[in-house]
């Protein structure tokens, strides 16, 4: 005997023998699992089958005959459903890896820039610095989303990053060196100053002893002459003087002629007084009276109220020496540039050349810078000179140009030639080389 099953699924008839009562049949058309009553129960009551629970329903399976369900369609669909997440996540790797690319690529194009600036030094380092920054937050930006992609197109800013950062590395390095170049410098120059502060203070300090030592044996001895040639120092004062007087006489001879050897010939007022506004002493030339003599009233109190201007001062002083005197003094007399007190004399006059002519020495004594007491040349007497340097003496040219000259350098007749403005044989060893 067989009992009769309804599945639920397909409403189909099935036999199962009554052995099979209580047991669990599977459709063969809808693969249902369909519950066997007993055969008693299945007799009295017909009902059909009791469908199996939810969880163990088996896929719903529509016959060819049946019209399609809204749950078809989606059972349908589920497939495609399920394939939309992985093309959705390559889509999303694309623009990422496109991102990454872009700043990858943007990195090494300002890296590159800044590769370039980075190897001129000084005013090609706030343009890598500028560059090189930029490209390196670039890069930065690129590394980071690249990591968070599963590191998909690391490299493109990697290689930018490495660029930007190797520009500014050069950068900084150019920048250190150029630190260090300008310490060093800076250094070297502070060493030199101080090397030759050094030379000085040793030249000073041994022209101080040696004048010191002159000083003394002067005073034990002060007839022997005692001086040496000058000193580095007292060489340069002294032809700087000379120099300003020199220029000061042909400032005076453009508007006129040299300086008589008195102020206006009269006699009272020495040449230096005449030369003073061409001297710069515009003021103290207008502090004397030029109608008076030098030792008068007046004027000896401009004399000793106002110091001698610096020109007219000997480069070395000996004891007993008087500040307002000057050793500087014009040739006068018979075969000289002023053969007379009135004299006028002008360049063009000098016939044995201005170079090869003297105008004005050191003499052996020295005199009131004001007073009109000149070298004067008596026959064939040549005046004493230098009252200043042991060793010789230092004479100015008509030329305005200084030299020293050793005192046994010439006889006293040959410097009698080399005052005379009228000569025609030049001096042997005159004008120095």
């Known amino acids: 005997m067989s009992i009769k099953v309804i599945c639920s699924g397909c409403n ?83 623009q990422s890896t496109a991102v990454q690319m872009a700043l990858g690529g943007t990195a090494t194009g300002l890296g590159v820039v800044a590769l370039i600036f980075s190897f001129i030094p000084c ?80 030249q000073n300090r041994k022209q101080i002893e040696e004048n010191q030592k002159r000083q003394e044996e002067a005073m034990k001895n002060p007839k022997k002459d005692v001086g040496n040639p000058p000193g580095p120092i007292e060489r340069t004062t002294t032809l700087n003087n000379l120099a300003e007087i020199g220029k000061a006489f042909h400032l005076y001879n453009d508007s006129k002629n040299f300086p008589m050897s008195s102020v206006n010939g009269q006699g009272k007022l020495s040449w230096r007084v005449a030369i003073l506004p061409y001297i710069q002493q515009q003021a103290l030339f207008g502090k004397f009276k030029l109608d008076e003599a030098w030792d008068s009233a007046h004027n000896r109190n401009v004399l000793n109220t106002f ?68 070298l004067v040349v008596k026959g064939s007497k040549m005046p004493a000179l230098g009252g200043v340097f042991g060793g010789g003496f230092y004479v100015m040219c008509a030329d305005g140009k200084a030299h020293y000259v050793n005192r046994d350098q010439f006889s006293p007749q040959v410097m009698l030639q080399l005052i005379n403005p009228n000569r025609a044989q030049p001096v042997d060893g005159w004008p120095p080389n």
């Open 12 to 94: 189909a008839t099935l036999n199962a023998p009554d052995t099979a009562a209580g047991k669990r049949l599977k459709c063969p058309k809808c693969q249902t699992i369909c519950e066997i009553p007993d055969a008693l129960s299945a007799s009295d009551s017909g009902m059909r089958a009791e469908p199996p629970p939810p969880m163990a329903k088996a896929p719903n399976v529509r016959r060819m005959d049946e019209p399609r369900s809204r749950h078809d369609d989606d059972d349908d669909d589920r497939p495609e459903r399920r394939q939309r997440g992985p093309r959705r996540d390559a889509h999303e790797t694309q």
């Open 123 to 202: 005013c090609g380092m706030p343009f890598a610095l500028g560059f090189g920054g930029l490209g390196l937050t670039c890069g930065g930006i690129g590394v980071i989303v690249a990591l968070v992609a599963e590191r998909r197109g690391l490299v493109f800013p990697c290689v930018g990053t490495g660029i930007c950062v190797l520009a500014m590395l050069i950068t900084v390095a150019w920048y250190f060196l150029f630190a260090s170049m300008a310490t060093t410098a800076s250094n070297q120059a502070a060493a030199n100053m101080q090397k030759v502060a050094k030379q000085i203070d040793e």
């Open 307 to 374: 110091p001698m201007p610096r020109m007219f001062e000997a480069a070395r002083t000996k004891p007993g020496d008087d500040a307002n005197k000057t050793y500087y003094r014009l040739f006068t007399g018979p075969g000289t540039c002023y053969p007379t007190p009135n004299a006028k004399p002008q360049i063009g006059m000098i016939n044995a050349g201005t170079s090869n002519t003297w105008l004005v020495a050191e003499g052996e004594k020295s005199v009131e810078w004001t007073k009109p007491d000149e």
